[in-house]
Nanobody
Framework: QVQLVESGGGVVQAGGSLRLSCTGS????????MGWFRQAPGKEREFVAL????????LYADSVKDRFTVSRDNAKNTVYLQMNSLKPEDTAVYYC?????????????????????WGQGTQVTVSS
């Protein structure tokens, strides 16, 4: 299993930006599509963004499209989530997750049940 560690969360005012990082170790990080998810208090964990193993394709939830950008650097075993124009409703714990199947692309997004490894999460708080 790949071990994942997120960083970069914090408190930011509405309209601001943050960049989250997720660094992996263990099994071959570059073989797996990587997703970002978030979970607000009292809500289910929801899909945010997905990037293909080789970085060639990305996919976003409608709620973050045109504001968030997912990228990866396989040489550093790291995936990023650049978050711009943040809104109070973006407040949540953000998690990265690795697809449990190598070399798989899920064109409608990554369901939490398809995640093989999770990071510990990082809190993002957007104040109004």
């Amino acid at each position: 299993q790949v071990q994942l560690v997120e960083s970069g969360g914090g408190v930011v005012q509405a309209g601001g930006s943050l960049r989250l990082s997720c660094t992996g170790s263990g099994r071959t990080f570059s073989n797996y599509a990587m997703g970002w998810f978030r979970q607000a208090p009292g809500k289910e964990r929801e899909f945010v963004a997905l990037i293909r193993a080789n970085g060639a394709n990305t996919l976003y939830a409608d709620s973050v499209k045109d504001r968030f950008t997912v990228s990866r650097d396989n040489a550093k075993n790291t995936v990023y989530l650049q978050m711009n124009s943040l809104k109070p409703e973006d407040t949540a714990v953000y998690y990265c997750g690795a697809d449990h199947e190598a070399w798989t692309w899920r064109p409608i997004g990554l369901d939490p049940k398809d995640v093989g490894s999770w990071g510990q999460g990082t809190q993002v708080t957007v104040s109004s």
